[in-house]
């Protein structure tokens, strides 16, 4: 997927994001994109739809070829639906992208399972996720045409722009390729160091950690657009929207922070089993991560679209350097917490480096963000305190629900005391507008 989009999605969306108020103009931005998306991804999907039969050979296993081909299909559908889901998110259309996403889950659930309980195996899978991106970007490709017009496929008089754009995805491009080594970092060394099984126990909590960072993604959907500004000049970052959508993130981080520091034993079993009880240390270890999860959409996509991804290459590379270098030096010597140790201290370049970014950009209300963060830390401490009080361990039903009750009711009087809850309160209503 990386190489087949090659940035372009992203890139495409950016400029996008300066025009939407001009529907010809974000059309023809469309259609450059799609012109490069249909070169890049085209060109990958026909390789490995050609390649199929070696590459099976070289693993010695012939049932590989027509799984491989179908997935072949799948990447070329999947990468042209990512191409709208963005153009979507850039139009402020983000509501557009449930139909093509609906329409793709069901048509891949059904086919998949369908073909499968025919004996079709593996390669009935494999053409049942096709036959999913293929229905889904159908349906998205319908939705842009009645968006945007025919000119958002058929426009091709426009090489300046198909430049400007795979000049621009070319930056994005070496981002994503050291932010997907960065996701897979800890497992590689964790098995490198250690074992199989400790892989196990450390990507059970990581994988439910990393859900964790969903409502950053959502909020970043809708506001990091606001921040391309039009060509021409006729609209300027919303500053406001950006600083609101910060200050929200950090409030509803720090509330979802606060049971993995507190609980983590209780949640390790309850959510993954009596199996992963050693994985209560890697999930509080990862509080940190969450917290700054939240918020690196929304720095990091604010920088793209600003139209600066460039500078988001060195904060990247120091990213995963950090994280290379603790998890080389501490999971041999303390095992598997120490990739989530690697995994937050990677994030303490990340986000603060891209927050700095903005910054330099924007001109953020620091001093503002800042007050933010200390009443935060006081609330959820206060947090902590509530729920410490029913324990930490063995956990009843009426503890789990007395425990989240009064540590909820905690954090929120808190923030109310000290003014945060009004000035988030604003801060949404100004989100809504």
């Known amino acids: 997927m990386l190489p087949a989009d090659f940035g372009i999605s992203q890139s495409t969306a950016r400029f996008i994001a300066e025009r939407r108020d001009a529907p010809a103009e974000a059309a023809a931005v469309l259609a450059a994109g799609l012109r490069l998306k249909l070169i890049s991804a085209g060109a990958l999907a026909a390789g490995l739809f050609a390649l199929a039969g070696p590459i099976a050979d070289a693993y010695n296993v012939q049932g590989l070829v027509w799984p491989l081909r179908g997935m072949a299909l799948a990447l070329f559908a999947q990468s042209l639906l990512m191409l709208y889901s963005g153009a979507f998110v850039a139009l402020g259309r983000i509501s557009l ?5 609906a329409s793709e889950s069901a048509v891949e659930l059904a086919s998949s ?19 999913g991106y293929l229905v889904g970007a159908g349906v998205a490709i319908g939705l842009v045409v009645r968006l945007l017009g025919r000119g958002a496929l058929t426009d091709a008089e426009r090489g300046p722009e198909r430049r400007r754009i795979a000049r621009y995805a070319g930056a994005l491009f070496v981002i994503d390729g050291a932010f997907t080594v960065l996701g897979q970092i800890d497992v590689l060394l964790i098995g490198a160091f250690l074992s199989t099984s400790a892989v196990g126990l450390f990507q059970a909590p ?5 859900v964790l960072h969903y409502p950053g993604l959502a909020l970043a959907a809708g506001v990091a657009p606001r921040l391309a500004a039009d060509p021409g000049g006729g609209r300027e970052p919303d500053v406001g929207a950006f600083a609101a959508a910060l200050r929200l993130m950090i409030v509803v981080q720090a509330a979802l922070v606060v049971p993995l520091l507190v609980w983590a034993e209780p949640i390790a079993r309850l959510a993954l089993g009596p199996a992963f009880a050693d994985s209560a240390e890697v999930i509080r270890a990862l509080a940190p991560y969450v917290l700054l999860a939240g918020l690196a959409p929304l720095v990091s996509n604010g920088v793209d679209y600003l139209g600066q991804a460039r500078r988001r290459i060195p904060i990247a590379v120091a990213t995963l350097a950090v994280n290379v270098a603790v998890d080389a030096v501490l999971i041999p010597r303390i095992g598997i917490v120490a990739g989530a140790i690697g995994s937050s201290a990677g994030y303490l370049v990340y986000v603060p480096g891209h927050l700095w970014l903005c910054d330099r950009l924007l001109g953020l209300p620091m001093r503002s963000l800042a007050l933010t963060l200390g009443r935060t830390a006081l609330a959820a401490a206060a947090m902590a305190a509530a729920m410490l009080t029913v324990g930490t361990a063995g956990l009843s039903a009426v503890d789990w629900l007395l425990g989240s009750a009064g540590g909820l009711a905690a954090f929120v009087i808190v923030l109310a005391v000290t003014g945060e809850a009004a000035a988030v309160t604003a801060g949404v209503r100004r989100l809504r507008r």
């Not at 992208?97 to 996403?101: C, I, K, W």
Request: proline content about 0%; cysteine-free.
């Open 113 to 131: 399972v369908t073909l499968v309980l025919l004996g079709a195996g593996a390669t009935g899978a494999a053409f049942g996720r096709a036959a």
């Open 206 to 210: 990581w994988r439910l950690a990393s």
């Open 97 to 101: 992208n449930l139909g093509a996403v």
